[in-house]
């Protein structure tokens, strides 16, 4: 189930390629305003972190998907930076887990509304620390399996970029848990910037 807080955020299609870039790529590309790859520029669509390669134009609008962890807070930093940077409208989404709310052997951990009063408080801090840092921005907070709300958002949202943080799960963690940066990289219609912890 979706849920839409903050100001209402909508833009046209702009039919975004997925690609994975550096935070440099896409700040200098935009200060810049290069033309846009090839996918045989760019390989295989995917730019990791310290390649070099042109990204596409047209930050207009980005997604940070944040779980508030540590993990989550260099990558909000980043999308902070590269709103104030391109100007673009900076949506901050928030996932609500049901299945990470309960304990092995069904006891409820914390109550759905718990967890999203805890979410809504701050999600609404970051919305802030971007306000504060001259960027536009708006906050949901939406239910469900993470990498699926996310890339539903994105595609809801319209937005250009998709900023996460990645975990850095050892092979057992990933193996099991499965990597929402993972899933939305490969899965998603827009470019993602996966951020480092």
């Known amino acids: 189930m979706a849920h839409r807080n903050g100001p209402d955020v909508t833009g046209p299609d702009r039919g975004a390629t997925p690609m994975i870039v550096s935070m440099e790529q896409v ?23 310290g390649e070099t390669a042109r990204t596409p134009d047209g930050i207009h609008r980005l ?4 779980d508030l962890s540590a993990a989550s807070e260099r990558a ?3 999308a902070i930076l590269l709103a104030v940077e391109s100007g673009a409208q900076l949506v901050v989404l928030s996932v609500i887990d049901p299945g990470r709310l309960r304990l092995p052997g ?4 914390r109550r759905v509304d718990q967890e999203r009063s ?3 408080i701050g999600v609404q801090m970051v919305v802030g620390r971007a306000l504060a840092a001259g960027a536009r921005a708006a906050f949901l907070v939406w239910e469900g399996d993470p990498a699926e709300a996310i890339l539903a958002a994105s595609e809801a949202e319209n937005v250009d970029v998709i900023v996460l943080g990645s975990h850095r799960r050892g092979l057992l963690g990933r193996l099991i848990l499965g990597s ?4 939305v990289s490969e899965q998603a219609q827009r470019r993602v910037l996966v951020v480092p912890r």
Request: cysteine-free.
């Open 27 to 49: 700040v200098e590309h935009t200060l810049a305003r290069k033309s846009p790859p090839s996918l045989s520029e760019a390989g295989n669509g995917t730019i990791g972190a």
């Open 63 to 66: 997604l940070l998907a944040t």
């Open 76 to 78: 909000a930093d980043e």
């Open 106 to 109: 069904g006891r409820i951990l």
């Open 118 to 120: 805890r979410i809504e």
């Open 180 to 183: 929402t940066s993972a899933r």
